[in-house]
């Protein structure tokens, strides 16, 4: 069974720092696409980042330089360090496995599982 | 958001709805498929369609997606009150070079 666990959310002042840990089991992060999704209270979804199973790695522009998402194969768990936050990185994190399909030349991506979420604060 | 969706919904016990989803020519214009979550009070967001069109395993044939043009829908048919919720499409866009999401939707059955 798949399943995705997030920790590491709470409450942080603007300007500091924050590692959020997905723990995932059921199947193996290095073998497959993961991204951080987010969603600030009472509001829509907001797509953060991604990692490919090779490794390349994708950001949102309004966390690009701030954030940044890695893995880790032995422990089978994701990551999101993020660096410098504002009061509107204030939300919900969610783990969430990637499906992607199509070419090279249009790489399509869909969620196919999510975790609970994890929620983090900036505030003063 | 870069997809837009109605802000509500709503409807009986039993009756049909559908939930639009309107993009533009760099998302699913371009030919990017679209895919609709379901988020329960509380929860976290569950995949209900896939590529326009497909269920996961579980998911009622109750919902179904379709895609034409710039846009897409959903529909529910027999509605209950478990389907109570908000319902996000996304897609990818490729001027943003990332995946998107409309603003949801929030479903209320009367």
Redesign the interface.
């Known amino acids: 069974e798949v399943q995705l666990v997030e920790t590491g959310g709470g409450l942080i002042h603007p300007g500091g720092s924050l590692r959020l840990s997905c723990a995932a089991s059921g199947f193996a992060v290095s073998n497959n696409f993961m991204s951080w999704v987010r969603q600030a209270p009472g509001k829509g979804l907001e797509w953060v980042s991604l990692i490919y199973s090779g490794g390349s790695t994708y950001y949102a522009d309004s966390v690009k330089g701030r954030f940044s998402i890695s893995r880790d194969n032995s422990e089978n768990t994701l990551y999101l360090q993020m660096n410098i936050l504002r009061a509107e990185d204030t939300a919900v994190y969610f783990c969430a496995r990637v499906k992607e399909y199509g070419t090279i030349y249009h790489r399509e991506f869909y969620f196919d599982y999510w975790g609970h979420g994890t929620l983090v604060t900036v505030s003063s | 958001?870069v997809l837009t969706q109605p802000p509500s919904v709503s409807g009986a016990p039993g009756q049909r709805v559908t939930i639009s989803c309107t993009g533009s020519t760099s998302n699913i214009g371009a030919?990017?498929?679209v895919?609709w979550?379901q988020q329960l009070p509380g929860?976290?967001?569950?995949?209900l369609i896939?590529?326009n069109r497909n269920r996961?395993s579980g998911v009622p044939d109750r919902f179904s997606g379709s895609k034409s043009g710039t846009s897409a829908s959903l529909a529910i048919t027999g509605l209950q009150a478990e389907d109570e919720a908000d319902y996000?499409c996304?897609s990818?866009d490729t001027s943003?070079?990332?995946?998107?999401?409309?603003?949801?939707t929030k479903l209320t059955v009367l």
Request: hydrophobic share 20%.
């Open positions: 958001s030919g990017y498929d895919h979550y929860t976290a967001p569950q995949l896939y590529t996961p996000y996304q990818y943003l070079r990332g995946s998107i999401f409309g603003g949801g």
